[in-house]
């Protein structure tokens, strides 16, 4: 079945493009879901399910047949959009060579059809003045979806008005992550979700890595033998995690942006300004700042924490962290400390000038550094996308009859390794560690 592109009406030479062949790049489950209609369309489940090149290949379509669209692809950190939203539109057009219809803007992440002037915008929501911006939308696609807060879906869905010439639409893509998230309660488990199911304005479709009709073996076989309960039933299953013996739990969200602390606590009040910093390649680095109001001596009185993410990101070299660590700011003044496990990567960050320095780490100390850290009153930001997740899916291990162990999972922790490495470290074990490298503190 031959469908053409039209613009204002009139067909184009030569826009053509084939249906039929089309789908033949599109899993087989997927298909009724790329003519979907409905107001939320939630394609959720496990890892490697096709879900989100999915839809990438929707709006890709919507972009040829219909005119006048402004679509946006979007995460809640606009860094890490290119990545994937954007690099997954990008690739789809080139797999069904229509890259050439289309102007994109490369540093914008902006992609305009040539032949009917729909749109694609590809972003993200880490500043909530963003969202004021979007203007005259026809369409959102929320990639990892449980990034976004709740609030955040709210807005989004207020922003899709209007009389439009082609039907409005929110597509949700996400891995079950938690049977807590706001998202289940908002559209599986809540009454308007029951409501808007049987009205046709929300439909959900779950699928697996079996619902992928081009999933290569290795990957395959990788989820097919994950050992870790959890991890098998969101990313082989595809089923709502059931998060057992959580170490740490929920931050307090503090509902504003970083530059707003001021508000909440008084510049005057706040103490020492320190960074965690857990090196990674394969799995991501992750680099932490903290704050601190109250005191920050024994018995600690008054004292509360403030965590901020700065970096969270795989594939990062020694000198790429550097360079990212001087983009993002990390003020250089400040004691960074370091995962104690690799030493040549702290001597090359106190080369490049920053005050790194070995955390605490000594027999025992990952347990005793987890009850200290337990017992702090710490706030983040919603901004703080990937340590908020590790915090509410951090737990202890179990042995083989199923009795839980002192022992953490040794697996998405990044972020959480950072915040013991500062806070057990500054908070605990001062003097051990300006022992290998004494600098003032600075407040900033």
């Known amino acids: 079945m031959a469908v053409p592109i039209v613009v204002e009406g009139v067909l184009m030479a030569g826009a053509k493009i084939n249906l039929e062949n089309f789908l033949s790049l599109v899993s087989t489950a997927y298909h009724p879901y790329l003519f979907e209609r409905a107001r939320y369309l939630l394609l959720w489940g496990g890892a490697g399910s ?22 946006y692809a979007l995460r809640k950190i606009e860094r890490s959009v290119r990545l994937s939203c954007f690099s997954l539109i990008c690739g789809c057009l080139k797999q069904y060579d229509l890259y050439k219809y289309f102007i994109v803007n490369q540093k914008e992440m902006r992609l305009i059809n040539k032949l009917n002037g729909s749109m694609i915008q590809c972003g993200g929501l880490d500043d909530p003045e963003k969202i004021k911006s979007i203007y005259d939308p026809t369409g959102f696609w929320l990639e990892e979806a449980t990034e976004f807060s709740s609030a955040d879906i709210r807005q989004i869905n207020l922003r899709l008005r209007g009389n439009l010439p082609n039907y409005k639409q929110i597509i949700l893509t996400f891995n079950p992550i938690s049977q807590l998230h706001h998202i289940r309660k908002r559209f599986f488990s809540s009454s308007r979700s029951a409501r808007e199911r049987a009205s046709g304005r929300l439909i959900t479709f779950q699928s697996t890595y079996k619902d992928n009709d081009f999933i290569d073996e290795d990957y395959k076989r990788e989820l097919e033998e994950e050992t870790d309960s959890t991890a098998y039933m969101v990313y082989t299953l595809g089923e709502w995690g059931v998060l057992e013996n959580v170490i740490y739990g929920p931050v307090i969200l503090i509902d504003d942006e970083p530059h707003k602390l001021d508000i909440l606590c008084p510049r005057s009040r706040l103490k020492d300004k320190i960074y965690g910093v857990d090196f990674g390649y394969a799995n991501p680095s992750a680099v932490m700042e903290y704050k601190f109001s109250g005191s920050t001596n024994p018995p600690f009185e008054d004292l509360k924490v403030y965590e901020r993410e700065i ?7 020694t000198d790429q962290l550097i360079t990212r660590m001087n983009l993002d700011n990390v003020d250089k003044g400040c004691p960074i ?27 025992g100390s990952v347990e005793a550094t987890i009850k200290f850290v337990k017992g702090l009153e710490i706030y983040g930001y919603p901004t703080n996308v990937n340590s908020n997740q590790e915090a509410e899916t951090y737990r202890r291990q179990k042995d083989r009859d199923g009795n839980v162990l002192e022992a953490p999972v040794d697996a998405d922790n990044h972020a959480m390794s950072a915040r013991g490495y500062a806070l057990f470290s500054h908070l605990n074990h001062r003097d051990w560690c300006e022992a290998f490298d004494p600098r003032s503190i600075c407040v900033g």
């Open 50 to 71: 096709a879900k989100s090149y999915t839809a990438a290949q929707k709006f890709v379509l919507r972009v040829i047949l219909e005119p006048g669209h402004r679509l």
């Open 311 to 317: 970096i969270y990101e795989k594939g990062l070299t």
């Open 337 to 363: 400390y370091c995962d104690a496990a690799d030493p040549a990567q702290i001597e090359a960050l106190y080369v490049a000038g920053f005050n790194a320095r070995k955390a605490y780490k000594a027999q």
